[in-house]
Each structure stands twice: as C-alpha cells, then as structure tokens.
C-alpha cells in the first residue's frame, strides 16, 4: 500500500516537471537559423529534393553509420541469445497446417512488396521514403512468406553474405568521399545531375541502396531467427 | 478540421494506452500497444513529417508487435 | 494545434512511466518501455512544426536569398534514428524476458530477488 502511494507520488512529482516544460513551449512562426541554412541550401550542395534525406545521408551521415551499426549489434546479439534449442527438439516438430487462404494470397502478395520496398529505398532522395523504411518493408514480405510455408528456411549463409557485402561498400563509399571529394560520406563523388529526376544527387541512391539491403537482411535475420520453432502444436 | 482530428486521435491513443497496460490478457494488450503506434504514425501526418510517419507504421507498429507475439509464444510453449 | 499534440505526447510519457513502475507482469513493463519511447518521438517532432507551413520536401531549386515555406527538418531526421534505436532496444528487453523465464519459470517479477541485500 505505501509502495502503491510511493510510485503515485513519483509519477506526480514528474507530471509537475513535465508542467514546467509544457509552460514554457512556444509555437514558432518562422525557421531557426540551422533549419533556415539547410532549406536554402540543401538542394543546392547535395542536389536531392527529400531536405531530410539530405540531412540523414550526408550533412549527419556519422549519426547514420551509428544507428547501422546498433542494428548490427542488435541482429548478433538476438542470433546469439536466442540459439539454445536442444538437437532432438529439432526432429519431432509437428508442424500445424497453414490455411489456404494465407498460402495463395502470399503467393501474389510477396512480390508487390517486395517491389513496392524496392521502390521506397532507391527513390528515397525524390519522395518520403529511403533505406531504412525500404528495408523494413523488405523485411515484412519475408515475414509473410515465413507465415505461408512454415518449412522454408531462411538461409543463413545468404543473409550474412548480402549484410557484410552491403556494409563494407557503405563503408567504401564514405572512404571514397575522404580521397575524392570534401568529407567522409560527402556525395559529390558522382555528378549532381538534374533536380528531381532519378540519377542525380551524387551519390546518395548509391548509398541508400546499400543501406536498404543492409537492414532489409538484418530484420530478415532477425524474423527468421525467432520463428524456427513456433508452429508446434 | 485537424484540430478535431487531432483531438480524437489523442483521446483513442490515451484509451488504447490505458487498455495495453491494464488488460489481463496479454494478447489484447500487445495489439493495443500496435494500435497506439498507429495512432501515432497518423499524428506525425498532421504535423507534415511523411517520413517519420512511414519509419513509425513500418518499425513500430508492425516489426514490434511481431517481435512480441514471437515472444509470448515461445513463453507459452515452455509453460505447458 | 500543436500544443493538443505535445500534451498527448508527454500524457503517454506518464502513462509509460506509471506502466514501468506499477506493474508486475515482465511483459507489462516492455510494454510501458515502448509507450515511452513512443510518447518521446511525438514531444520532438512537434516541436519542430510551423504554421501553415509544408513537409520538407521541394518542388524546384529555389531562388537564390529567398526560403521556402517548410517546417523545420532537423527534429524529424533525430526522431527517424531514435524510432530504429528504440526497436533495438525493445528487441534486447524482450531477449531478457526469455532468459529469465527459462530461469525461473514465472513473469512476476516479485520472484526475482536475487539483487536484494
């Protein structure tokens, strides 16, 4: 009963607090000075058309390579955590029948998505969208044809090989932009190109590209590792 | 007009989070949870941030709500 | 129409924490976890909205001196790392929640008292 009251009166004590902030917001009326420079600007230096493309990729690309790299941490982590399944559980799965319904739809469905996130990822410079949505979508299709046949197996060997090819040409790419042009992950290593059509910006379809495959094959890694053994009866 | 659409939002969201965490069954309050997650994804349209709102839909409400149904099941097998 | 946002955002960052404190059921708090995170996201992403103002997206190369009319995109780029972060985080928690119940058989967390001095 004291715990009960304790936790109420820590909850209130913070509702106060978050009062005080509350108080003290104001809506704005026009841009700051950060946000004002990357509106001029942004379309000029970098050439895409998405200003918070052009911000994620390349005015903050070290945030971008920090959060790939969590999502690899996250993806060994949860591989290596969760592989404790003993050898005989292995062959006496009975696995529950899926319902028609869910196998012929996934057989239309799986390349609409897989195509509609491929579509996100590479135009992720023109219209909302970019590398880590795409992947997610990616990730979603392969979930749905985990549902439909339980007995697919996700090949591991496969994922690793796409997951470590994307990252080290990520990499690449903003080593490249140290020795050719003005910075680490700068994207002025390819032409600029038009405004708005689909090959300019330098070279950040490039790096969405390999972004999208990246964590498209992680949360895949991720999916599959957690559904080996869940269709028992 | 979006101010009304904002306040509904908020009361669905608010009810939906109080379902997630007071529900017995755990089934139910997972799905609010996605619910909540929804909500949100549709509040970071008004506030014209597309690309925050598809990260939201996709992330949140959809690869969380799988991942916690993974585990529930898992558990469930283990108990009996 | 912002300030009816924020105070939705801050009201599920109570709620979260209340879920985190109050609750016994393992589960319960992952879940008071992701309600916080999820109130957070909108606190920042509302503070960058301008009136009557567009999403950051441009039509054409704008002319030199002038600003176009969007709201501001420095929030949104945060709070689009902060959502993938938070799905790591969650992902982690719920790996604990599998290895303590292959421990002790029970989600109370009253039984797990091996800490206490």
């Given amino acids: 009963m004291v715990k009960k009251f304790l936790i109420l009166l820590l909850v209130a004590g913070m509702g106060l607090i978050i009062f005080d902030l509350y108080q003290a917001f104001d809506s704005k009326e026009s841009l700051g000075t950060l946000g004002e420079y990357y509106a001029q600007n942004g379309a000029t230096d970098v050439g895409a058309a998405n200003i918070v493309t052009a911000i994620v990729v390349t005015y903050r690309g070290l945030d971008t390579l920090g959060e790939v790299s969590i999502l690899f941490l996250t993806a060994a982590i949860l591989s290596f955590a969760l592989s404790f399944r003993k050898e005989d559980e292995i062959e006496n799965r009975e696995l529950r029948p899926t319902s028609e319904l869910l196998a012929i739809a996934s057989q239309v469905l799986t390349p609409i998505i897989m195509i509609v996130g491929i579509y996100i990822f590479m135009n992720g410079h023109l219209t909302p969208g970019g590398g880590f949505q795409g992947g997610a979508v990616i990730a979603s299709a392969i979930l749905l044809m985990l549902m439909a046949s339980p007995k697919l197996e996700v090949s591991h060997k496969v994922i690793a090989f796409v997951e470590s090819v994307s990252g080290l040409a990520f990499i690449i790419i903003g080593v490249l932009g140290i020795l050719l042009a003005g910075g680490f992950l700068d994207n002025g290593i390819m032409s600029l190109g038009t405004f708005g059509t689909l090959l300019s910006a330098g070279a950040i379809p490039l790096i969405y590209i390999f972004i999208g495959l990246k964590v498209g094959a992680e949360l895949s890694n991720i999916v599959g590792t957690m559904s080996h053994d869940q269709n028992e009866k | 007009m979006f101010i009304a659409i904002a306040i509904i939002l908020g009361i669905l969201s608010l009810i939906a989070a109080y379902i997630a965490l007071h529900h017995e069954k755990l089934t139910v309050a997972i799905i609010a949870t996605g ?33 916690f149904f993974y585990v529930l099941n898992k558990i469930r097998q283990r108990n009996g | 129409m912002e300030y009816i946002i924020i105070s939705i955002g801050f009201a599920l960052v109570l709620l979260g924490l209340y879920g985190i404190m109050y609750m016994r059921n393992l589960i319960k708090i992952v879940i008071g976890f992701t309600l916080f995170n999820t109130g957070i996201n909108i606190v920042m992403v509302s503070i960058g909205y301008i009136r009557n103002a567009a999403a950051p997206i441009l039509d054409a190369i704008p002319a030199a001196g002038t600003t176009p009319n969007i709201v501001d995109p420095v929030p949104q780029a945060l709070v689009l790392t902060a959502i993938v972060i938070g799905l790591g985080v969650t992902a982690l928690m719920l790996t604990y929640v599998l290895k303590l119940h292959q421990d002790k058989k029970s989600l109370d967390i009253n039984n797990f008292k091996d800490l206490k001095w």
């Fill in chain 2, 35 to 67: 619910l909540v997650s929804l909500f949100a994804s549709i509040l970071f349209l008004l506030l014209a941030a597309p690309d925050v709102a598809m990260t939201e839909a996709s992330i949140g409400s959809g690869l969380t709500t799988v991942i």
